[in-house]
């Protein structure tokens, strides 16, 4: 190697260098958040460069794998990443993917990287925040290595043997000095990703392992994901434990514009609306043009189909935007070369161009619906109807809402014990089931910060309940009041106000037991459906009250499960007392600040939301009509005793 070649290479791997240190200094920058979310994350960056190659048709098999250390496998059997020198670089091409942020596929122009992470940023930042990565690459008959440790490359790419496979795997151990929070994988999470991507990409066949655990058989757990009709099936698949009041899924694909756009939609007998949108396969939680253009293309086409059937006839209510997607599920999802991600959490597609995109494909796909299935444009139509009159009977409630929400200063619910604080940083309010628990927090609380809300029994279930039936509930009026939320523009009738937010917490504190997560589930149903801003800007948490009381003479400790109860139990020897608390109601005032509302020594569990459809789904599930489903999801999930949506 020539003196000058040497020292380019030299310059080169420097600012490459830099690169990935700054990965490791600001990782946040990179993935979000150095917590669950972000640990998360680095899965779908590995996977989501699997995904480009098989959109680009060279893959259709994508496996992901726990290991047993919690260190995961991605694999393959694309073309493989190439392994020839990068002419540039002066190494090996998969050494520059590896180690240069943001070099993923810039050297192949003309392949149209449509997924990439929420930001995109390359399997490089995965290696730069794993203690460990190693890369397999399967081709041109060869199996070729390299690894690397915090991203530093560890020896050059060699060749380890021959193989008649061709593909790329990827095995990294997130590094523990970058997640101090938690290094352990949930497979529930990476399941609804990867159902999400196969969905999403249909004839795709993607297998997450888990083999950290055996099922009861002893088996490892191994689940397929594989989708022939993309998001039809996904929208059967959210829609499962609703009714459908039509015949068929309504959906199309195609390109308008050059822009890919799939969209599929039914209607159900529910009165939710649950619209999902993609761009490159982001979760567009936040909407955007996308969005915009799916609501203007069904309100206009619905519109003019009811105008022109006479069943408007004698409808005395105008018919607002809102009534189009009263007990509607649909998915949009289209694919965006250079996406333009706005928003609190850059998750809102801002590009224009996009919006008269969508708007015509589904004015075509739902003016050919509409004219081959005569009885479910009837059907449709006349819930529309419906909606707009439970809109009127709705704005009344809501207006009644909104004036007891101007008035709050002095009109604060008489059931709340506020705080003395009034900087709504500083502020908690606990949300608690039944008065008697309310009165014992109500003493036990430090009353400087922390305000006391008791709910009555059985809060209303708003999955099944009209949107004025909600608004005139009394709990859910004195919810919103106290928490200083207003609501409800005409346009949209769920949009929150939240700048006059008295608390910065909100935390849902109900019995250890299944009548205590019933209505907690029932609170956070109602968040997730009226208040989901609240959910995702992380003002929501879950109180975990200890299980047990384990006594000896004069000294007590608490439990949050049998495994710590027997270990308190050996640990003070002899006879103890244990006791199981059946609900927040055995403890007294001292006690529960002890154990479940003192910042120093509670524990409080964020309520995030990984995965929008699935917190969709299995929220129409718990709080629906059918059974099975639900005893199935209870028995799956009881051995958890909580609520990860
Ligand atoms: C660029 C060019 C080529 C393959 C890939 C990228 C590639 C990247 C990844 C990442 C995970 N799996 C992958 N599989 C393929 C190949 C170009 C060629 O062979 O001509």
């Given at each position: 190697?020539s003196?000058?070649k040497?020292?380019n290479?030299?310059?080169?791997?420097?600012?490459?260098?830099e690169?990935?240190?700054?990965?490791?200094?600001?990782?946040s920058?990179?993935?979000g958040?150095?917590?669950t979310?972000?640990?998360?994350?680095?899965?779908?960056?590995?996977?989501d460069?699997?995904?480009?190659?098989?959109?680009?048709?060279?893959?259709?098999?994508?496996?992901?794998?726990?290991?047993?250390?919690?260190?995961?496998?991605?694999?393959?059997?694309?073309?493989?990443?190439?392994?020839?020198?990068?002419?540039?670089?002066?190494?090996?091409?998969?050494?520059?993917?590896?180690?240069?942020?943001?070099?993923?596929?810039?050297?192949?122009?003309?392949?149209y990287?449509?997924?990439?992470?929420?930001?995109?940023v390359?399997?490089?930042?995965?290696?730069?925040?794993s203690?460990?990565l190693?890369?397999?690459?399967?081709?041109?008959?060869?199996?070729w290595?390299?690894?690397y440790?915090?991203?530093k490359?560890?020896?050059?790419?060699?060749?380890?043997g021959?193989?008649?496979?061709k593909?790329?795997?990827?095995?990294?151990?997130?590094d523990?000095?970058?997640f101090?929070q938690?290094?352990?994988?949930n497979?529930?999470?990476?399941?609804?990703?990867?159902?999400?991507?196969?969905?999403?990409?249909?004839?795709?066949?993607?297998?997450?392992?888990?083999?950290?655990?055996?099922?009861?058989?002893?088996?490892?757990?191994?689940?397929?994901?594989?989708?022939?009709?993309?998001l039809?099936?996904?929208?059967?698949?959210?829609?499962?434990?609703?009714t459908?009041?039509?015949?068929?899924?309504?959906?199309?694909?195609?390109?308008?514009?050059?822009i890919?756009?799939?969209?599929?939609?039914?209607?159900?007998?529910?009165?939710?609306?649950?619209?999902h949108?993609?761009?490159?396969?982001i979760?567009?939680?936040?909407?955007?043009?996308?969005l915009?253009?799916?609501?203007?293309?069904?309100?206009?086409?619905?519109?003019?189909?009811?105008?022109?059937s006479?069943?408007?006839?004698?409808?005395?209510?105008?018919?607002?935007?809102?009534d189009?997607?009263e007990?509607l599920?649909?998915?949009i999802?289209?694919?965006?070369?250079?996406p333009?991600?706005?928003?609190?959490?850059?998750?809102?597609?801002?590009?224009?161009?996009?919006?008269?995109?969508?708007?015509?494909a589904?004015?075509?796909?739902?003016?050919?619906?509409?004219?081959?299935n005569?009885n479910?444009?009837?059907?449709?139509?006349?819930?529309?109807?419906?909606?707009?009159?439970a809109?009127?009977?709705?704005?009344?409630?809501?207006?009644?809402?909104?004036?007891?929400?101007?008035?709050?200063?002095?009109?604060?619910?008489?059931?709340?014990?506020?705080?003395?604080?009034?900087d709504?940083?500083?502020?908690?309010?606990?949300?608690?089931?039944?008065?008697?628990?309310?009165?014992?927090?109500?003493?036990g609380?430090?009353r400087?910060?922390q305000?006391?809300?008791?709910?009555?029994?059985?809060?209303?279930?708003?999955?099944k309940?009209?949107?004025h039936?909600?608004?005139?509930?009394?709990e859910?009026?004195?919810?919103f009041t106290?928490?200083?939320?207003?609501?409800g523009?005409?346009?949209?009738p769920?949009?929150?106000?939240?700048?006059?937010?008295?608390?910065?917490?909100?935390?849902?504190?109900?019995?250890?037991?299944?009548d205590?997560?019933?209505?907690?589930t029932?609170?956070?149903?109602?968040?997730?459906?009226?208040?989901?801003?609240?959910?995702e800007?992380?003002?929501?948490?879950?109180a975990?009250?200890?299980?047990?009381?384990?006594?000896?003479?004069?000294?007590?400790?608490?439990?949050?499960?049998?495994?710590q109860?027997?270990?308190?139990?050996?640990?003070l020897?002899?006879?103890v007392?244990?006791?199981?608390?059946?609900?927040?109601?055995e403890?007294?005032?001292?006690?529960?600040?002890d154990?479940?509302?003192?910042?120093?020594?509670?524990?409080?569990?964020?309520?995030?939301?990984?995965?929008a459809?699935?917190?969709?789904?299995?929220?129409?599930?718990l709080?629906?009509?059918e059974?099975?489903p639900?005893r199935d999801?209870?028995?799956?999930?009881?051995?958890?005793?909580?609520?990860?949506?």
């Amino acid at each position: 190697m020539s003196e000058d070649k040497k020292h380019n290479y030299s310059a080169d791997s420097i600012q490459a260098l830099e690169g990935m240190e700054h990965v490791r200094m600001r990782p946040s920058m990179y993935i979000g958040d150095v917590g669950t979310r972000g640990l998360h994350h680095l899965v779908y960056e590995v996977v989501d460069n699997s995904i480009d190659e098989a959109l680009a048709g060279h893959c259709d098999v994508i496996s992901v794998d726990i290991n047993e250390d919690n260190s995961i496998t991605v694999r393959d059997n694309g073309r493989g990443i190439p392994v020839g020198l990068h002419k540039k670089e002066g190494v090996s091409a998969l050494e520059v993917v590896m180690t240069k942020i943001g070099a993923g596929g810039k050297f192949d122009k003309d392949s149209y990287k449509v997924s990439g992470g929420l930001h995109g940023v390359g399997v490089s930042c995965v290696n730069a925040l794993s203690e460990h990565l190693k890369a397999t690459v399967f081709r041109d008959g060869k199996i070729w290595e390299q690894e690397y440790e915090k991203g530093k490359t560890l020896y050059p790419v060699k060749s380890v043997g021959g193989t008649d496979k061709k593909g790329t795997e990827v095995t990294f151990t997130p590094d523990k000095t970058i997640f101090e929070q938690t290094t352990e994988y949930n497979y529930e999470t990476l399941a609804a990703r990867m159902r999400e991507l196969a969905y999403l990409n249909k004839g795709i066949t993607v297998t997450l392992t888990d083999k950290r655990n055996k099922d009861d058989e002893g088996n490892i757990i191994v689940e397929t994901f594989h989708s022939n009709e993309g998001l039809s099936e996904f929208v059967r698949y959210l829609d499962s434990t609703r009714t459908p009041v039509i015949q068929h899924v309504i959906a199309m694909e195609g390109e308008k514009n050059g822009i890919p756009v799939e969209v599929a939609m039914i209607y159900n007998d529910s009165y939710s609306e649950n619209l999902h949108s993609y761009v490159n396969n982001i979760n567009t939680h936040e909407g955007g043009t996308h969005l915009s253009g799916f609501r203007r293309g069904l309100t206009g086409t619905l519109k003019k189909y009811a105008d022109n059937s006479g069943l408007l006839k004698n409808v005395k209510y105008e018919i607002a935007g809102d009534d189009f997607r009263e007990g509607l599920t649909a998915i949009i999802s289209v694919k965006v070369a250079e996406p333009q991600f706005e928003g609190q959490t850059k998750t809102k597609l801002g590009n224009r161009e996009v919006t008269s995109a969508v708007s015509q494909a589904v004015s075509e796909m739902l003016t050919d619906y509409l004219e081959e299935n005569p009885n479910d444009a009837k059907t449709i139509v006349q819930k529309v109807i419906l909606a707009a009159q439970a809109r009127h009977a709705a704005r009344k409630a809501r207006e009644m809402v909104q004036r007891k929400t101007v008035m709050s200063i002095g009109g604060l619910p008489g059931k709340l014990s506020d705080c003395s604080e009034t900087d709504p940083a500083m502020c908690e309010i606990f949300l608690v089931e039944g008065d008697s628990a309310g009165g014992t927090a109500k003493q036990g609380r430090d009353r400087n910060f922390q305000a006391i809300l008791p709910l009555r029994g059985k809060i209303l279930n708003v999955e099944k309940a009209m949107q004025h039936k909600v608004f005139e509930n009394e709990e859910i009026k004195n919810m919103f009041t106290a928490l200083g939320i207003s609501i409800g523009t005409e346009e949209d009738p769920r949009a929150l106000n939240l700048s006059k937010l008295r608390y910065h917490k909100v935390v849902i504190m109900c019995d250890a037991d299944v009548d205590g997560s019933h209505i907690a589930t029932l609170i956070l149903t109602f968040f997730f459906r009226y208040m989901r801003d609240m959910v995702e800007q992380g003002y929501i948490y879950i109180a975990t009250p200890p299980l047990y009381l384990v006594k000896k003479g004069q000294k007590r400790e608490y439990a949050w499960d049998d495994n710590q109860r027997d270990l308190i139990a050996h640990k003070l020897g002899g006879s103890v007392t244990i006791q199981r608390y059946k609900g927040l109601g055995e403890m007294n005032a001292e006690q529960l600040w002890d154990t479940t509302m003192n910042p120093e020594f509670r524990t409080l569990r964020k309520v995030v939301i990984d995965s929008a459809t699935e917190a969709d789904r299995v929220f129409s599930m718990l709080m629906g009509d059918e059974v099975p489903p639900r005893r199935d999801f209870i028995e799956r999930n009881a051995k958890y005793a909580n609520i990860d949506a």
